[in-house]
């Protein structure tokens, strides 16, 4: 659990956090290589990303709460080059010179109506109905993208029903970063048949990042969101094939899984080449 909730990605372009923490205490996130990314799209630099596509910039933004900081901070890091995309099935219309389009509508498992779920400390639960959702894969299809530069989820605890056992690679497009705000003490809220007796909140924590990291993402950024509830985190991942110019050549996407199947155990990325997790 150390190796993998430790940031061990190296990165070579500015990271920043938005909104930063003067504008709002509660929940930036940290994304890299914006500049980068507006200096390759004005310099002809960047490159499209396959058959259909084209060199613009997208970025998805799950759960705003009529509050758009972050798109705001993103669209002027990137100077403008990225398409916004706003999404969110409670939230008032949103709009500004920064939001390509807003979408009443939310990130879920399956394609349905979304319930918000809430335990009481008496064990108690509360459900309301607050919306439409829909899968990621069914978003990017009905929205015709190839590419995502930057995906931002803020959503709550149904993070867990989403992204625990999802195939990143079979996806319609790729995805190059990875926003994500994970609360552990939503779990129960929002997974079918969850137990913490057989999955505590730690391992599935584990599984989600370990997940991300199979198919080709590593964590750049991991840090507290409030001094309340301090399993509560904000983490950034970053595919190892994005970059601001565009993606590196990777003709078969599978290739990932197989490295990572095959790649040295855990305990010897430190140089421990003759230890076991039980020799510490």
Same mark, same amino acid.
């Given at each position: 659990?150390?190796?993998?909730?430790?940031?061990?990605?190296?990165?070579?372009?500015?990271?920043?956090?938005?909104?930063?923490?003067?504008?709002?205490?509660?929940?930036?996130?940290?994304?890299?290589?914006?500049?980068?990314?507006?200096?390759?799209?004005?310099?002809?630099?960047?490159?499209?990303?396959?058959?259909?596509?084209?060199? #613009?910039?997208?970025?998805?933004?799950?759960?705003?709460?009529?509050?758009?900081?972050?798109?705001?901070?993103?669209?002027?890091?990137?100077?403008?080059?990225?398409?916004?995309? $706003?999404?969110?099935?409670?939230?008032?219309?949103?709009?500004?010179?920064?939001?390509?389009?807003?979408?009443?509508?939310?990130?879920?498992?399956?394609?349905?109506?979304? $319930?918000?779920?809430?335990?009481?400390?008496?064990?108690?639960?509360?459900?309301?109905?607050?919306?439409?959702?829909?899968?990621?894969?069914?978003?990017?299809?009905?929205?015709?993208?190839?590419?995502?530069?930057?995906?931002?989820?803020?959503?709550?605890?149904?993070?867990?029903?989403?992204?625990?056992?999802?195939?990143?690679?079979?996806?319609?497009?790729?995805?190059?970063?990875? #926003?994500?705000?994970?609360?552990?003490?939503?779990?129960?809220?929002?997974?079918?048949?969850?137990?913490?007796?057989?999955?505590?909140?730690?391992?599935?924590?584990?599984?989600?990042?370990?997940?991300?990291?199979?198919?080709?993402?590593?964590?750049?950024?991991?840090?507290?969101?409030?001094?309340?509830?301090?399993?509560?985190?904000?983490?950034?991942?970053?595919?190892?094939?994005?970059?601001?110019?565009?993606?590196?050549?990777?003709?078969?996407?599978?290739?990932?899984?197989?490295?990572?199947?095959?790649?040295?155990?855990?305990?010897?990325?430190?140089?421990? #080449?003759?230890?076991?997790?039980?020799?510490?």
């Amino acid at each position: 659990h150390q190796l993998i909730s430790t940031p061990a990605s190296s990165l070579q372009w500015m990271q920043y956090q938005s909104p930063t923490f003067t504008v709002s205490a509660d929940g930036g996130k940290w994304t890299c290589g914006l500049p980068e990314l507006a200096a390759a799209k004005n310099s002809g630099r960047r490159k499209p990303f396959g058959p259909g596509s084209n060199k #613009q910039c997208v970025v998805y933004s799950f759960g705003s709460r009529s509050n758009v900081d972050f798109e705001k901070r993103v669209y002027a890091l990137a100077d403008g080059a990225c398409k916004m995309h $706003t999404f969110d099935p409670s939230s008032a219309l949103v709009t500004g010179d920064e939001i390509t389009a807003f979408h009443a509508l939310g990130l879920t498992a399956k394609n349905d109506m979304i $319930t918000w779920h809430h335990t009481e400390p008496d064990g108690s639960k509360r459900v309301r109905v607050v919306g439409m959702g829909n899968t990621l894969t069914s978003i990017l299809e009905n929205l015709g993208h190839v590419n995502v530069d930057i995906l931002k989820a803020d959503i709550e605890g149904s993070e867990f029903a989403i992204f625990h056992k999802i195939d990143w690679t079979s996806l319609p497009a790729r995805i190059g970063q990875i #926003q994500l705000e994970l609360h552990p003490k939503r779990i129960v809220d929002f997974m079918d048949g969850y137990s913490e007796s057989t999955d505590p909140p730690a391992l599935v924590v584990h599984q989600i990042l370990m997940n991300m990291e199979r198919h080709g993402y590593r964590l750049f950024s991991l840090e507290p969101v409030t001094e309340s509830d301090t399993s509560q985190v904000e983490i950034s991942m970053i595919h190892k094939d994005w970059t601001p110019d565009g993606w590196l050549p990777n003709p078969n996407r599978a290739d990932e899984l197989t490295a990572w199947e095959t790649r040295a155990p855990p305990w010897q990325w430190l140089g421990h #080449q003759n230890s076991t997790p039980e020799d510490g």
